[in-house]
């Protein structure tokens, strides 16, 4: 029996006990990084409205096992040192995954920290093939560049018949820059072609595009490959246009967001791009993502947009389906394939992803679809 002294000292333990077990549980905190300020922040805006859309909707069927998600955004300012301390920052704060980031410079750069801490990231839209192929914590829902490299040197020469091609490319991105244009000129050897000239610059406000385009017109190319974000694809388009009407002008993936046509004007039409969406899609489950995001932002998501959202809900997904003993890559490693928003993620042993890609056409300043 309890005394009268130990019912006073046992009584108010069973109410806090109680009140502990009432309480709300802690938010699962969820980091996203990505350039979300300065002169071509388009992608990185994308990716973080596209996480936020994906948690908002978590959120409102229950959360995950009762407990709502948060989501921490870190601008990186595309400058690597910036980045590992924002890195080190959502480390800090013990974040369950971290979503992004958006480049692939960016993403050699962060690899270390989150190796070290054993916090699994997962990138919306880094494919250089340098992170390809490793047992880490990067993983990516995407192809690496190879495969959209190869699909575009296949369109230019059989579809095209662009044989000699001329290429300027982003040092800032260098990781991503360089692993494209090695994997478009392996491609394009192959198929019979070569790359006659090349230019490389840093992205900024201090680039002379005017004599960067007489340059690459000097060969008298077949076609000019711009490998760079969507503003200095459009601006080099425009000094080519200006200097040759007629250029057949193309890109990476990389500048395929809605800002390439919007400051591009008629220089970018007609430009050839694979792509790992269809803007044209009719599937329910892209159309309902698609209206949620234009009433959510006002803007058409762009490939930014939706795999931003792809990429959180793969961690969403795996955090509420792992079991107790699983890390959360062992968890989407053993599951392999997710769905997305528009086709299906599926990934291999090392986290590497593959999805359908498509070959796209700017036309009246849209891209549409067309291999």
């Known amino acids: 029996m309890i005394g009268a002294l130990q ?17 709300p549980q802690e938010p699962l905190r969820i980091g996203f990084i990505g350039g979300v300020s300065g002169r071509v922040a388009d992608l990185g805006i994308g990716g973080r409205n596209g996480a ?7 959120n409102k069927s229950g959360g995950i096992k009762g407990r709502k998600i948060e989501l921490i955004v870190e601008d990186d300012k595309q400058d690597p040192e910036v980045a590992r301390q924002a890195v080190a920052r959502l480390i800090d704060r013990k974040v369950e995954a971290i979503i992004g980031p958006m480049t692939s410079v960016i993403g050699i750069a962060c690899l270390p920290l989150v190796n070290a801490a054993k916090i699994t990231m997962v990138s919306p839209t880094v494919t250089t ?8 914590y990067f993983l990516r829902v995407i192809a690496p560049t190879t495969e959209y490299a190869r699909k575009s040197a296949d369109y230019h020469l059989k579809h095209q018949g662009l044989r000699r091609i001329a290429a300027a490319y982003d040092l800032r991105n260098q990781g991503y820059s360089e692993s494209w244009l090695a994997d478009y000129r ?11 000239s090349t230019e490389t610059f840093f992205s900024g406000d201090d680039i002379d595009f005017v004599r960067m385009a007489e340059r690459l017109l000097k060969e008298k190319p077949d076609a000019v490959l711009v490998i760079a974000n969507s503003v200095d694809a459009a601006m080099l388009a425009q000094q080519l246009h200006k200097r040759d009407a007629s250029i057949q002008i193309t890109a990476a993936e990389w500048a395929a967001t809605e800002r390439l046509t919007e400051l591009g004007g008629k220089a970018v039409e007609g430009m050839a791009i694979a792509q790992f969406i269809d803007r044209d899609s009719t599937q329910p489950t892209y159309l309902a993502f698609r209206n949620a995001y234009i009433e959510q932002f006002g803007l058409e998501p762009g490939f930014a947009g939706i795999t931003g959202f792809d990429a959180a809900n ?41 999805r359908e890609t498509f070959m796209t056409v700017i036309r009246n300043g849209t891209f549409v679809r067309v291999h």
Do not use: H, N, W
């Open 129 to 136: 093939a340098k992170l390809s192929g490793l047992d880490d």
């Open 7 to 23: 019912k006073s000292q046992f009584f108010p333990l069973v109410l806090a006990s109680i009140l502990v077990g009432c309480s």
């Open 314 to 354: 793969v961690v969403l997904d795996a955090l509420r389906d792992k079991r107790y003993e699983q890390t959360l890559k062992q968890a989407i490693l053993d599951r392999r394939v997710f769905p997305g928003a528009q086709s299906e993620i599926r990934f291999d042993t090392t986290g590497d992803a593959m």
């Open 52 to 58: 936020a859309l994906a948690i908002e909707m978590r």
């Open 186 to 196: 392996s491609a394009l050897v192959a198929y019979g072609g070569e790359i006659v």
